[in-house]
């Protein structure tokens, strides 16, 4: 779900702001957190762990009693490609970055923009810029679980509304990027805790926040 007043996650402790990811922190209490520190499954894949709770696409929290799907497999002989998105504000100005290493990346702005448009931009690009098999990283429970848990596929069957029969919000950027991860067949996404000292991760993170400063 989105945060609808800013906050502090019960986890991590940073703000939360208007419109962030958050899940409940479990048991009796009424605090929150952000989808990110959420309780935590070690999964194959990456080798870090991944969300056991997440924000489903109608908003709606998925609850602490159902299983994540395993991590998707990443295609034989793939790139793997850190992307991330950053937002002073939220609407604000607004960056977006992917980078393979500190010699290979791309980054931009978007003005206004929020968060999540930003880690799906970033998503996109990545995807429709670099050929070959890829494995886009991202510390977006909202990018990779709609292609781990396939959100894309009951989008398309209703239209591009939610089972809530709402619009799917940012469809001019999700229209994009599933089409592209459908026609190439060997792009994987997998999920990476953020600010958590992974080094690609923090990168993209640097990148994302210095070209959301960047002024027209």
Known sequence: MLAKFPGRCARCQSPIRTGDEINGAGGTSTAWVHADC?????????????????????????????????????????????????????????????AIDRDRFASGSERPSTNQRMEIRAALEAVTALPG???????STYVVNCFRDQWWEGWLRRGWTTSAKKPVANRDLWEP???????????????????????????VDELAVAASLIRD
Do not use: I
């Open 38 to 98: 959420g309780t935590e499954l070690a999964l194959p894949g990456l080798g870090t762990p991944q969300p056991a709770t997440s924000s489903g696409p109608s908003g709606k929290t998925a609850g602490r009693a159902r299983a994540p799907k395993p991590a998707m497999v990443a295609p034989e002989g793939a790139t793997f490609v850190y992307t991330d998105g950053a937002c002073s504000g939220n609407p604000g100005p607004g960056g977006w970055a992917w």
């Open 133 to 139: 098999p890829l494995v886009v990283v991202s510390d």
């Open 177 to 203: 990027l599933v089409t592209a991860v459908r026609e190439r067949g060997d792009v994987a996404f997998q999920w990476v805790k953020g600010h958590s000292g992974h080094e690609m991760n923090d990168l």
